[in-house]
């Protein structure tokens, strides 16, 4: 059972442990800046969910009937994608600021810019069937 | 005034040249309009017949209204930290942020699925 008692404590140092603990105090500018990205990416996941919303209740109807709600579905699953892992993204680049290492490298930027070029695609595509079969 | 770890610094002081702290406040304050918005929004279309929404736009507004609050003590602290030396790094408001950022957007997905 020696593994068990080991395996809880350390889960529970992961939580109870300040992120002050590793490495050693940076610059403060550092963790405030960190601190001020994950800010922005929790503005960036806010603004997905209103124009998944908005894009669901406000936009009038396309010819196809299931349009608004396949992006606003996409937009918010990729706001909720980036809010599930925001804190991960803050913690992993605190430590790696309070150890002095090179910052870890994040898909995300690729993946949010991939998520709203595909729903503007979608977006323009409907536009453009509306027009051709003169829907408005 | 004067506590233990000695006088207590003045929230509007200047730090750096930088402003990083007061740019750190204003960010907060902009994530809690950013709330805001989004709790406007949904309680907008809730009293146009989808009352649901009730529920999400209220929780919005909820952390809209924590966040601003919450900046200006975040704020101070942030200050008395840096005076001491100390980082100013907080894990619980930006798990916090987090998780409320996350619930909400999936009562968001929710709503739409209902709808």
């Keep these: ?136 | 005034m004067s506590g233990p770890d000695g006088p207590r610094p003045h929230p509007t002081e200047q730090l750096d040249p930088g402003l990083q702290s007061e740019r750190t406040y204003l960010a907060w304050q902009r994530t809690g309009l950013g709330f805001a918005g989004v709790g406007a929004l949904l309680l907008h279309n809730a009293f146009d017949g989808h009352f649901v929404l009730v529920i999400p736009g209220l929780l919005a507004l909820l952390a809209a209204a924590l966040l601003t609050t919450r900046a200006q003590l975040r704020y101070r602290a942030t200050v008395a930290a840096v005076h001491l030396g100390r980082s100013p790094a907080d894990r619980r408001v930006v798990a916090a942020t987090a998780v409320l950022t996350t619930v909400l957007c999936l009562t968001g997905l929710a709503v739409i699925l209902l709808l």
């Design chain 1, 1 to 136: 059972m020696e593994w068990l008692r080991r395996l809880r404590h350390r889960t529970r140092d992961r939580w109870t442990r300040p992120v002050h603990t590793v490495g050693e105090e940076p610059d403060y500018r550092f963790s405030l800046a960190n601190e001020r990205t994950f800010l922005a990416w929790i503005r960036t996941a806010l603004a997905l969910l209103a124009g998944g919303v908005a894009v669901v209740q406000l936009v009038p109807t396309f010819s196809i009937g299931w349009a608004r709600h396949l992006l606003g579905i996409a937009l918010i699953v990729l706001a909720i994608a980036i809010a599930a892992t925001s804190y991960a993204r803050w913690e992993r680049r605190e430590h790696a600021i309070r150890l002095g290492a090179p910052l870890p490298p994040s898909q995300l930027p690729r993946l949010t810019g991939l998520g709203i070029t595909v729903v503007m695609v979608f977006a323009l595509a409907f536009v453009l069937v509306d027009v051709a079969r003169g829907h408005r």
